[in-house]
């Protein structure tokens, strides 16, 4: 009767004070209203880009409704812990999600006011999001990650540098128990109807994802071939970018990716290769005459032969008065030409190039400086990722253990 009630009150509009007719939910006694949920309803809709019809409220209200039971759950565990959440807290976490939204400071409430969704129900979301972490914070220390672990996972970085690297989102659903597979797998195939139909794939990030990543949308960042799950890896390989791949099962549950970019791999990937360079250019014109043309070249070929700092070079083209010379800092060798880019790459810090003859003139070039960096992550990004994902399991065992424990009766 009452999921008739919700389908009615989204439906139609009726005012919120004609929705607290009934519980939807009691948990352990703290109960979970109507207006509860069609309020997180509404939330999600608007975020998310999700158009309510009558069948996508059916599919949605039993996901939204466990999601409201998880955080009645966090909210006491943090309360039975002493962890309190405060309004700097709060004020810091709705800066995040304008931040992460792309809204100025006081965009949020000025959106959510559009859309006529109280401020509360967005508050209602963050609180338990906020408590559960600081829970998850003190279970943090307990968690120890081994150097021969970081090594296995940068060892397997290197081994994949030539392989495409990929940026992805992700949306992960949990399988806490075999007997939920097929439930989870039907969450997941409605997650990714929403998706074709038009949703935001990182307003359901937020909303569903069980993975720290969430927070951000579900965006992973750049990874390395070998940092993803196999399952994961084969999907996304044949994948183009922009594509949302089908519910993808592994140990652990369900995801759904979608494959934001491609770079192509590199087997020198693991280096960035910065140059300094100082670039004395003289223009000759096409008809210039040989002993004109011989003439520039001997000044170029003097310049080579005397300076020993880019700041001779930079003295000599302040005589001759050339406007296109000059420095240029952090220029990747990818980005020369092929012939300025093979003259320089033999060089040491204070030499020159040859004199290489150019559209519109000739030019040398000194190396004023070098600077090469890992672009591997370093060790502590390794240990604090896999510490996350550690993290990520003892999180989701102890709200097993929660919903195990508790007094859950649904009403609708």
């Not at 007719?21 to 207006?35: C, H, R, T």
């Not at 990030?205 to 960042?221: K, P, T, V």
């Not at 910065?274 to 011989?294: G, H, M, R, T, W």
Request: glycine residues 6%.
């Amino acid at each position: 009767m009452l999921v008739g009630i919700v389908l009615l009150t989204l439906s139609s509009g009726l005012a919120r004070a004609q929705t607290t007719i009934g519980l939807a939910a009691v948990v352990n006694d703290e109960p979970i209203s109507v207006v509860d949920l069609v309020d997180r309803l509404n939330l999600i809709a608007a975020t998310s880009n999700i158009q309510l019809t009558d069948d996508r409220r059916r599919e949605m209200i039993p996901q939204v409704l466990r999601q409201l039971v998880d955080e009645t759950l966090q909210m006491q565990e943090a309360k039975r812990r002493g962890f309190t959440v405060s309004d700097s807290d709060m004020s810091r976490a709705m800066g995040a999600v304008e931040q992460n939204s792309g809204m100025p400071a006081g965009g949020l409430e000025q959106y959510l006011q559009q859309n006529h969704i109280p401020l509360q129900t967005l508050k209602d979301q963050l609180r338990p999001q906020i408590a559960w972490q600081k829970i998850l914070g003190s279970m943090r220390r307990d968690i120890e990650i081994s150097d021969s672990e970081i090594d296995d996972v940068l060892d397997r970085i290197k081994r994949n540098q030539d392989k495409p690297r990929t940026k992805v989102q992700e949306i992960f659903l949990p399988i806490d128990n075999p007997q939920d597979e097929a439930k989870v797998l039907d969450d997941a195939r409605k997650i990714l109807n929403a998706l074709q139909n038009g949703a935001n794939f990182e307003g359901l990030a937020r909303q569903f994802s069980a993975n720290a990543s969430a927070a951000n949308g579900g965006d992973l960042g750049w990874m390395s071939s070998g940092e993803m799950e196999s399952a994961l890896e084969d999907t996304i390989s044949k994948m183009s970018p922009g594509q949302i791949s089908n519910p993808i099962r592994t140990i652990r549950g369900f995801y759904i990716l979608k494959l934001l970019d491609r770079a192509q791999g590199d087997t020198n990937a693991s280096t960035d290769i910065k140059l300094d360079l100082y670039q004395l250019f003289i223009p000759v014109a096409e008809n210039a005459s040989p002993d004109e043309i011989k003439t520039k070249v001997g000044i170029l070929q003097k310049a080579r032969e005397t300076a020993t700092s880019c700041q001779d070079m930079a003295n000599v083209a302040v005589d001759l008065g050339s406007d296109l010379s000059g420095r240029t800092k952090g220029v990747s060798p990818q980005e020369l030409s092929p012939m300025v880019a093979n003259a320089v790459s033999p060089l040491k810090e204070g030499e020159t190039s040859n004199v290489l003859k150019v559209d519109g003139g000739a030019l040398v070039v000194m190396l004023c400086g070098k600077t090469v960096q890992s672009t591997l992550p370093d060790r502590e990004t390794i240990r604090n990722r896999l510490t996350m994902d550690r993290l990520e399991i003892v999180a989701r065992r102890k709200l097993r253990e929660l919903r195990r424990q508790a007094f859950i009766d649904i009403r609708i």
